[in-house]
């Protein structure tokens, strides 16, 4: 019998037709199998996962059948929905941070399904619960069991929960994007327990995510949902070496990639002055649009050590370049890019825009605008950067007005020429935030640091919260401006891919350090450092050798 | 700055609201005493302070609806005059301590520091001290009346208000629009002022409408004391305490009748309160 056959799967919520999450959707999982289900947000693939455990959104009309080991979760009782969670199928949620119930021990969350719903002893749920700890490669078992969630890593809370998921030894696992959250070389460990698991127990694992890469390097067979229908399945290399749908084709044409050459013509070579460059009053080209001389970095923290999340850095960046910062989290690229914009005021060493200082706190109302049309950021969640309250056209007009005080009506008609640039139409002026998706809101937000035409713009981590398909957009817009305007870029990123596509040079932090910088196609190709070369390994792609990463 | 085509309003939470028939009873209510405060002068039968001791206790008829006082003065037209003070000491309360928490609250999160420090003491002390009891000391400095009990309650609320707004400001303070503002130029004082005070201030506004019911309710206690309102101004608290003689020979109308109106201007008031709290809690993205 096949372990999970959806078929014509159609979820409406009440309220007729308008509201169809579900079109028709079918895929199939056998025992042992692993079946990658790829979409952006909103094509409806975290719902198709809750729908296999019976966890449907309140009011909802379902059609069509979900039949797990022969039960149709859709028809059947709530009891034997709840006997098929306790037995038959697992979850791995997204983000371990909220799926881990915070006031109650590592122990007792890996435990309490096996004591209270199949009626284990403590002392023999605690033995099970301490072999899946050791299973999923956690360092200390006996101790994990009584700490609590916040004394772990995002990693290692990841793998308690993959343990915990594991602990009715299911015979399907749901994996709702399980490393989104976490870091490249974290997620690499994680899939390596996962897929461990998987071919140990010979468990079906239905994997969900927006990855295409990840997909294709762990999973046999893909379907890619897009607007609530499957629209292409197959062997997993073969969908993505061979795309036959138009969607698929555009997704994968959409994702970056660290092999694929840089599609754009460099700004600012080598081989002198680009002609692209349309800056008029181009700056001595001896002195560098942006320069920062050792800067340093210490966060004193009550009861612990000093953390120098900024050791030392120097780097400068020619007027028309682009510069990446690439590290993972709590590497002190963020702090970095807060020291550039003056959020942060560094500890030691001097940060210079086109040869002036920078790194003080403004003496008086020229200075803090002279500051601010220096360098200009572009936060990486649009969802917060922007006032909830102002619509786009009054956050730009504030910015353009703060600059060049103008009349209402120039100011206005500026508005919306910065909106057409950053491909916005005019109706999008009275929006406010909440009514914008996350690309136009990170368009608003790049209009509105390019209101006060700044010679350097700092991107931290500006397209990381957005679709594929939306973040080529913005790349694509990122491109464009800073072609037009002979923009200095300090491109703040976590995915190597992505730096591959805008930035010409790089630079790799680890614990508040470059360990490595260079021309960012070279060191993709012939990585230097041993770090450089496990973020690269990390990188999921088509025949993917987990080994090497699980050491 | 503002123009019509780019407009920016803080107020959706305070439109008017459908479906909700215990937040519609509770406003067409508050509106029945505003407005029966408003117009007394006009709409009431007889003078509040016409003493007819020929007809003292009387039940209701059709002269007079609620019936009279031990004075045999006409309880609905004391009731009309008596909702001017009980309802006016409330609304100033609430509308300067607003204000003044407002700004203090405002100043303390917003710069932190030394100054949030030294407001945070003083804050503690005036915690330290029952409204009620503040109260009760202005009058024995500054003697009765409503000025005094009003002040000192003002006094009382403000740490309230300035305490709530500090906690919002430093949450909002953290939010990375306020760190875009920064980094765009804008001043400190501006951000404060012009972007992070309209913000918080739908929450405020809720808060302070529930605060309305507990200071009507205070300051009716201290007229009901005989520290407040001087009779014969009529007020809701200072009727209930000149009628107790009447419950004692069984004619409890004088007594009930502003008791139940305090009563249903608290509830109706802390439902209004609770409601815009609730939408405005779900407006705002966690």
């Given at each position: 019998m096949t372990l999970l056959e959806i078929s014509e799967l159609t979820i409406d919520l009440a309220g007729g037709s308008a509201s169809r999450l579900l079109d028709g959707m079918s895929l199939r999982v056998e025992a042992g199998e692993t079946v990658g289900l790829v979409g952006e947000s909103g094509s409806g693939k975290s719902l198709t996962a809750r729908t296999v455990l019976g966890l449907l959104p309140a009011g909802a009309r379902t059609g069509g059948s979900v039949l797990l080991d022969g039960t149709d979760m859709l028809r059947c009782s709530p009891g034997e929905a709840l006997a098929r969670r306790r037995g038959t199928v697992s979850m791995v949620f997204q983000d371990p941070r909220s799926g881990v119930n915070p006031v109650r021990r590592i122990g007792d969350f890996l435990t309490e399904s096996l004591r209270l719903c199949h009626g284990w002893s403590r002392p023999d749920a605690d033995k099970r619960a301490l072999d899946l700890l050791r299973s999923v490669g956690l360092p200390r078992p006996e101790s994990h069991l009584s700490q609590f969630p916040h004394e772990l890593s995002g990693g290692m809370l990841q793998r308690v929960m993959i343990a915990g998921a594991l602990t009715t030894s299911p015979r399907l696992l749901v994996c709702d994007e399980p490393t989104s959250a976490l870091d490249v070389t974290t997620q690499a460990e994680i899939i390596a327990v996962l897929r461990q698991q998987q071919e140990t127990r010979g468990m079906g694992m239905l994997f969900i995510t927006h990855d295409l890469n990840l997909a294709s390097a762990l999973c046999d067979r893909v379907y890619v949902i897009h607007a609530g229908l499957i629209v292409e399945h197959g062997n997993a290399r073969a969908v993505f070496a061979n795309p036959q749908a138009e969607y698929t084709k555009r997704l994968i044409a959409a994702t970056p990639s660290i092999t694929s050459a840089v599609a754009r013509p460099v700004l600012a070579d080598a081989n002198g002055p680009n002609p692209l460059d349309a800056r008029v009053d181009a700056p001595d080209p001896r002195t560098p649009a942006l320069e920062a001389r050792g800067l340093t970095k210490t966060y004193s923290i009550r009861g612990a050590e000093d953390l120098r999340a900024v050791d030392d850095v120097s780097f400068s960046v020619e007027g028309g370049a682009a510069l990446a910062l690439v590290g993972e989290s709590g590497s002190g690229k963020s702090t970095l890019a807060r020291m550039l914009v003056g959020l942060e005021r560094p500890d030691a060493g001097d940060i210079l825009v086109d040869g002036v200082s920078r790194s003080k706190r403004p003496g008086g109302r020229e200075e803090r605008l002279g500051r601010a049309r220096a360098v200009q950021i572009v936060f990486q969640d649009p969802y917060l950067s922007l006032d909830p309250r102002i619509s786009a056209g009054s956050a730009i007009e504030d910015a353009l007005r703060l600059h060049s005080p103008s009349r209402h009506a120039d100011a206005r008609a500026r508005v919306l020429t910065l909106l057409d640039q950053v491909g916005l139409a005019a109706k999008h002026a009275q929006a406010r935030p909440r009514t914008l998706s996350g690309g136009q809101r990170q368009r608003v937000a790049i209009a509105r640091a390019l209101a006060a035409s700044p010679e350097v713009l700092v991107l931290d981590e500006a397209t990381s919260a957005l679709d594929v398909s939306v973040q080529a957009q913005v790349l694509d817009l990122i491109d464009e401006i800073r072609h037009e305007r002979g923009l200095t870029l300090v491109f703040v990123s976590h995915d190597l891919a992505v730096v591959r596509r805008v930035c010409e040079t790089t630079a790799v932090m680890r614990q508040g350090a470059v360990v490595e910088s260079g021309a960012t196609a070279e060191l993709l190709e012939h990585p230097r450092h041993a770090y450089t070369r496990l973020l690269i390994d990390s990188i999921p792609k088509p025949g993917w050798s987990l080994d090497a990463i699980a050491r | 700055m503002t123009t019509s085509t780019f407009t920016r309003t803080g107020l959706r939470p305070f439109?008017?609201?459908?479906?909700?028939?215990?937040?519609?009873?509770?406003?067409?209510?508050?509106?029945?005493?505003?407005?029966?405060?408003?117009?007394?002068?006009?709409?009431?039968?007889?003078?509040?302070?016409?003493?007819?001791?020929?007809?003292?206790?009387?039940?209701?008829?059709?002269?007079?609806?609620?019936?009279?006082?031990?004075?045999?003065?006409?309880?609905?037209?004391?009731?009309?005059?008596?909702?001017?003070?009980?309802?006016?000491?409330?609304?100033?309360?609430?509308?300067?301590?607003?204000?003044?928490?407002?700004?203090?609250?405002?100043?303390?999160?917003?710069?932190?520091?030394?100054?949030?420090?030294?407001?945070?003491?003083?804050?503690?002390?005036?915690?330290?001290?029952?409204?009620?009891?503040?109260?009760?000391?202005?009058?024995?400095?500054?003697?009765?009346?409503?000025?005094?009990?009003?002040?000192?309650?003002?006094?009382a609320y403000t740490p309230y208000v300035a305490r709530f707004v500090r906690s919002l400001v430093i949450s909002e303070r953290a939010r990375p629009y306020v760190a875009a503002y920064r980094v765009q130029g804008f001043s400190g004082g501006w951000i404060a002022v012009r972007r992070v005070l309209p913000n918080v201030m739908p929450t405020v506004g809720a808060q302070s409408t529930l605060n309305f019911g507990y200071v009507l309710a205070d300051l009716a206690a201290l007229s009901f004391l005989g520290l407040g309102v001087q009779p014969p101004t009529a007020d809701w608290g200072s009727m209930i305490n000149d009628s107790r003689g009447a419950l004692l020979s069984g004619q409890a109308l004088p007594a009930l009748v502003p008791a139940i109106a305090v009563v249903l201007v608290v509830i109706a008031v802390n439902v209004i309160g609770e409601e815009l709290s609730d939408r405005i809690g779900g407006r705002l993205p966690s």
């Open positions: - | 439109r008017l609201p459908a479906g909700n028939a215990l937040f519609l009873t509770s406003i067409v209510m508050v509106g029945i005493m505003v407005a029966a405060a408003a117009a007394a002068s006009i709409i009431a039968p007889y003078d509040p302070d016409f003493v007819d001791l020929g007809n003292v206790l009387s039940d209701p008829t059709a002269a007079h609806w609620l019936g009279t006082d031990a004075a045999g003065r006409d309880t609905l037209s004391r009731m009309m005059f008596g909702a001017r003070t009980s309802l006016l000491g409330p609304l100033l309360v609430v509308g300067l301590s607003t204000l003044l928490g407002i700004a203090l609250g405002l100043l303390a999160g917003w710069f932190g520091g030394w100054i949030d420090s030294v407001l945070g003491r003083v804050f503690d002390l005036l915690f330290a001290f029952p409204a009620l009891l503040l109260a009760i000391l202005a009058v024995a400095l500054f003697g009765k009346g409503l000025t005094a009990p009003v002040i000192a309650m003002i006094i």
